[in-house]
């Protein structure tokens, strides 16, 4: 297993990628296209800037890219299409970020692990839930959701609620992940137009603020 890791490590440094997650989003976009020319693109929890850079090669030159992380991004070196800000989730406004919807959000973002699996867990769950609380304002109608969690007890109704909000939605698990990882991608496509009243505790009790978790940053797991 070591070596297969420290092929993906050697590989990103080949390549000249920041680090070995590069190679999760080729996957993911190898077998399921969602990034294109000349799209707009947000890449939440980006540090230390790997899926930038893919997201912006694909997307070229008439395409953006935007990424934020809680972590400072060093600017130097990315692509001209591609922009990096420090910001919180669940503080950032949309005018940070250029003032118009996205077509693909990405998120490979991680709370800051403890060695609890299940606390971790519920922890990924919990950063994943507030996305998508944020993900009305940032993403079009018809655009695709990326985003990392960490399986457990509390990613079945995560799944259900990503269902909710968009026409399709299905976990995948790129052979760039370690084995033992508990990480999942779930891909969403084709967000549903949302409805002028926010939903009711009584009809979606995600939509209820929950506690902020102790930091985050994308994680090279």
Same mark, same amino acid.
């Given at each position: 297993?070591?070596?297969?890791?420290?092929?993906?490590?050697?590989?990103?440094?080949?390549?000249?990628?920041?680090?070995?997650?590069?190679?999760?989003?080729?996957?993911?976009?190898?077998?399921?296209?969602?990034?294109?020319? $000349? /799209?707009?693109?947000?890449?939440? &929890?980006?540090?230390?800037?790997?899926? *930038? /850079?893919?997201?912006?090669?694909?997307? &070229? #030159?008439?395409?953006?890219?935007?990424?934020?992380?809680?972590?400072?991004?060093?600017?130097?070196?990315?692509?001209?299409?591609?922009?990096?800000? *420090?910001?919180?989730?669940?503080?950032?406004?949309?005018?940070?970020?250029?003032?118009?919807?996205?077509?693909?959000?990405?998120?490979?973002?991680?709370?800051?692990? *403890?060695?609890?699996?299940? $606390?971790?867990?519920?922890? #990924?769950?919990?950063?994943?839930?507030?996305?998508?609380?944020?993900?009305?304002?940032?993403?079009?109608?018809?655009?695709?959701?990326?985003?990392?969690?960490?399986? $457990?007890?509390?990613?079945?109704?995560?799944?259900?609620?990503? *269902?909710?909000?968009?026409?399709?939605?299905?976990?995948?698990?790129?052979?760039?992940?370690?084995?033992? #990882?508990?990480?999942?991608?779930?891909?969403?496509?084709?967000?549903?137009? /949302?409805?002028?009243?926010?939903?009711?505790?009584?009809?979606?009790?995600?939509?209820?603020?929950?506690?902020?978790?102790?930091?985050?940053?994308? /994680?090279?797991?």
């Amino acid at each position: 297993m070591k070596e297969v890791q420290d092929h993906w490590f050697r590989e990103a440094k080949a390549k000249g990628y920041r680090s070995r997650a590069a190679f999760k989003l080729i996957e993911i976009d190898r077998r399921k296209r969602v990034l294109r020319p $000349g /799209q707009r693109v947000l890449d939440v &929890g980006a540090a230390p800037g790997s899926w *930038t /850079q893919v997201a912006a090669a694909i997307v &070229g #030159s008439r395409g953006e890219v935007v990424g934020f992380d809680l972590k400072a991004i060093d600017p130097a070196g990315l692509p001209a299409n591609a922009r990096v800000l *420090t910001g919180d989730l669940r503080e950032i406004e949309l005018d940070a970020l250029g003032g118009r919807p996205f077509d693909v959000v990405l998120s490979d973002m991680a709370p800051d692990t *403890t060695g609890d699996p299940s $606390g971790d867990q519920a922890r #990924s769950a919990r950063l994943c839930h507030e996305l998508l609380d944020r993900i009305g304002g940032w993403l079009r109608p018809g655009g695709t959701l990326v985003y990392k969690v960490f399986e $457990g007890g509390d990613y079945p109704e995560l799944l259900r609620r990503t *269902t909710g909000m968009f026409e399709k939605a299905k976990g995948f698990k790129p052979p760039a992940s370690r084995q033992e #990882s508990v990480e999942m991608y779930v891909i969403a496509e084709r967000l549903r137009a /949302q409805r002028d009243e926010p939903p009711t505790a009584n009809e979606d009790p995600n939509a209820i603020a929950r506690p902020r978790p102790r930091g985050w940053g994308s /994680q090279s797991s």
